[in-house]
């Protein structure tokens, strides 16, 4: 029944390690996106997907990479894994390119890094 | 730039009280607007949304929010808060023309029994 749904919930991990995120929507929207939050809790979008086709990049280290191997499917890989990174991420989808459109969030990952 | 600004960080009323979460814009022209909730240790909600029409916009929870044009706000309010309602707050804004929105800092609601 989870509408976007994330795995892991929790990660914790050293400094320079590489790790991945991964984000599925079961409601048949076409656009994904990855939001991070930092312990102030705000909430800035890092990238965005409509039909496996990346239409927002903000200015995120290039050691993010977003990965859409269909529409159902957003994940994040990132490399060398810096304190910075800490955060919550968080995964969401709409229907349709604008951003007008309801966005539905998942749970969100908690990144530690150590 | 667009920017949106939440002024009060953090807020504390009492179960029963009325509620008052101020949401302010800068942009050339009127954007979409949003309210979402977070409640502890879960993603975003979506409570209403703005587009245009009439300027009082209801959403769920109970919750409603008034876009003044000449304010550049979008306050969001309830009559009567409930201790579910706890969570943190965050208006966003959406100029037409652009394709991403920008979240205000957030402020988080506290409920006194």
């Known amino acids: 029944d989870t509408a976007v749904s994330q795995t892991p919930k929790y990660l914790v991990t050293q400094m320079g390690n590489d790790k991945s995120i991964k984000c599925e929507q079961n409601?048949?929207?076409?656009?994904m996106y990855w939001y991070k939050q930092d312990s102030k809790k705000f909430l800035k979008i890092m990238f965005s997907?409509?039909?496996?086709?990346?239409?927002i990049n903000e200015t995120v280290p290039n050691r993010f990479s977003p990965k859409s191997p269909d529409k159902a499917h957003l994940n994040l890989h990132i490399n060398s894994l810096e304190l910075g990174d800490s955060a919550v991420y968080f995964c969401?989808?709409?229907?349709?390119?604008?951003?007008?459109?309801?966005?539905?969030f998942g749970p969100g990952t908690r990144l530690t890094v150590l | 730039a667009q920017s949106v600004t939440q002024p009060d960080i953090h807020i504390t009323v009492s179960e029963g009280a009325s509620l008052e979460l101020r949401c302010n814009y800068s942009?050339?022209?009127?954007?979409?607007l949003f309210w979402y909730v977070q409640s502890p240790g879960q993603g975003l909600q979506l409570l209403l949304k703005y587009f245009s029409g009439d300027t009082l916009v209801q959403g769920i929870k109970g919750f409603e929010a008034e876009f003044k044009r000449s304010q550049s706000s979008f306050n969001l309010r309830k009559p009567s808060v409930h201790w579910s309602d706890a969570a943190e707050y965050f208006c966003?804004?959406?100029?037409?023309?652009?394709?991403?929105?920008?979240f205000g800092d957030g402020t988080t609601l506290t409920v006194k029994p």
């Open positions: 942009y050339g022209a009127t954007p979409y």
């Open positions: 409601l048949g929207h076409d656009t």
């Open positions: 997907y409509n039909n496996k086709e990346l239409i």
């Open positions: 969401a989808s709409s229907q349709g390119r604008g951003h007008y459109n309801e966005q539905f």
């Open positions: 966003a804004v959406l100029p037409m023309d652009a394709g991403k929105s920008t």
